[in-house]
């Protein structure tokens, strides 16, 4: 059974850094897109980063949407099937419930559309204070 463990999340002040990581477990992750997605109230599941697993060509490449491009890094423990988020510079505007995602096919890059990833985590909070 697929299982995305999500963890990392909690409240810091504007301008300061929080690390989510995300664990896969049940099958074996690799060769697939894992990405991360968040989501507020009353808004659409916003795609913020993804990474290819892949051993081969484009393994390890990382995508970011315009919104945490520059204070967001995404990187992989491909010994622990784990990924890890880095959030520097928060501003209260990443308030969000942050949600792990895998099982995203690799086109030559991964895509930040949540109805491609078949497999995701129950999500950690995350707020940012002003």
């Known amino acids: 059974q697929v299982q995305l463990t999500e963890s990392g999340g909690g409240s810091v002040q504007a301008g300061g850094s929080l690390r989510l990581s995300c664990e896969a477990s049940?099958?074996?992750?690799?060769?697939?897109?894992m990405a991360w997605f968040r989501q507020v109230p009353g808004k659409e599941r916003e795609g913020i980063a993804a990474i290819y697993t892949g051993r081969g060509s484009g393994g390890g490449s990382t995508y970011y949407s315009d919104s945490v491009k520059g204070r967001f890094t995404l990187s992989q423990d491909s010994g622990k099937n784990r990924v890890y988020l880095q959030m520097n510079s928060l501003k209260p505007d990443d308030s969000a419930m942050y949600y792990c995602?895998?099982?995203?096919?690799?086109?030559?890059?991964?895509?930040?559309?949540?109805?491609?990833?078949?497999?995701w985590g129950q999500g950690t909070q995350v707020t940012v204070s002003s």
């Open positions: 049940g099958y074996d992750y690799s060769s697939f897109c």
């Open positions: 995602a895998d099982g995203g096919l690799f086109t030559g890059s991964c895509h930040l559309r949540s109805r491609l990833y078949p497999h």
